[in-house]
T-cell receptor, first 114, second 116 residues
Framework: EAGVAQSPRYKIIEKRQSVAFWCNPISGHATLYWYQQILGQGPKLLIQFQNNGVVDDSQLPKDRFSAERLKGVDSTLKIQPAKLEDSAVYLC????????????FGPGTRLTVT | QKEVEQNSGPLSVPEGAIASLNCTYSDRVSQSFFWYRQYSGKSPELIMSIYSNGDKEDGRFTAQLNKASQYVSLLIRDSQPSDSATYLCAVKNRDAGGTSYGKLTFGQGTILTVHP
């Protein structure tokens, strides 16, 4: 079974530029999560999708961050414009359903904003 | 007060010793508790889950939960150098509707180093 795929793995941009991350969850997983992990901290949930609907986006900075999961499979997270404090690893995870115990994490995208 | 708090460490133990990792949480209605292991530059992987008071053992790992004290711990027996990683405590609550589990909240992680 293929795991959660993410791309790109690394990205370096200048502040005020835009960037997009892509995630393909495990086949059949209805729930998809985007987390932000700043160096030295635990992951923080940005947004959770159930199929193509948003379940929780309470910690998503909506003035600059957006995310979509149009067909209930792949998802894209965008930052526009980026700030220095957005430098972090962006982790995508998926689970079989909303209440499932285990979330399977992708390898993450390391973003550096200069 | 942080929702989930861990000692950031680093915690250093000799090979073969017991490593003890601690976590406290602030929300009394928290339902589910998890320990994730994260190797440097890698993504988190689930190693233990616990839902009721007491101990839960899985191989060299034992999770302990005390809901009255809002405390969860992870013991690693016979620690090996390969156990060197960051250990993340995570808590899951019921969502506002009360019908299914809500979001996962992580602590900041404890860095464990097991030296030969």
């Amino acid at each position: 079974e293929a795991g959660v795929a993410q791309s790109p793995r690394y990205k370096i941009i200048e502040k005020r530029q835009s960037v997009a991350f892509w995630c393909n969850p495990i086949s059949g997983h209805a729930t998809l999560y985007w987390y932000q992990q700043i160096l030295g901290q635990g992951p923080k949930l940005l947004i959770q999708f159930q199929n193509n609907g948003v379940v929780d986006d309470s910690q998503l900075p909506k003035d600059r961050f957006s995310a979509e999961r149009l067909k209930g499979v792949d998802s894209t997270l965008k930052i526009q414009p980026a700030k220095l404090e957005d430098s972090a690893v962006y982790l995508c995870a998926s689970s079989l359903f909303k209440g499932a115990v285990e979330q399977y994490f992708g390898p993450g995208t390391r973003l550096t904003v200069t | 007060q942080k929702e989930v708090e861990q000692n950031s460490g680093p915690l250093s133990v000799p090979e073969g010793a017991i490593a003890s990792l601690n976590c406290t949480y602030s929300d009394r209605v928290s339902q589910s508790f998890f320990w994730y292991r994260q190797y440097s530059g890698k993504s988190p992987e689930l190693i233990m889950s616990i839902y009721s008071n007491g101990d839960k053992e899985d191989g060299r790992f034992t999770a302990q939960l005390n809901k009255a004290s809002q405390y969860v711990s992870l013991l690693i027996r016979d620690s090996q150098p390969s156990d060197s990683a960051t250990y993340l405590c995570a808590v899951k609550n019921r969502d506002a509707g009360g019908t299914s589990y809500g979001k996962l909240t992580f602590g900041q992680g404890t860095i464990l180093t097991v030296h030969p």
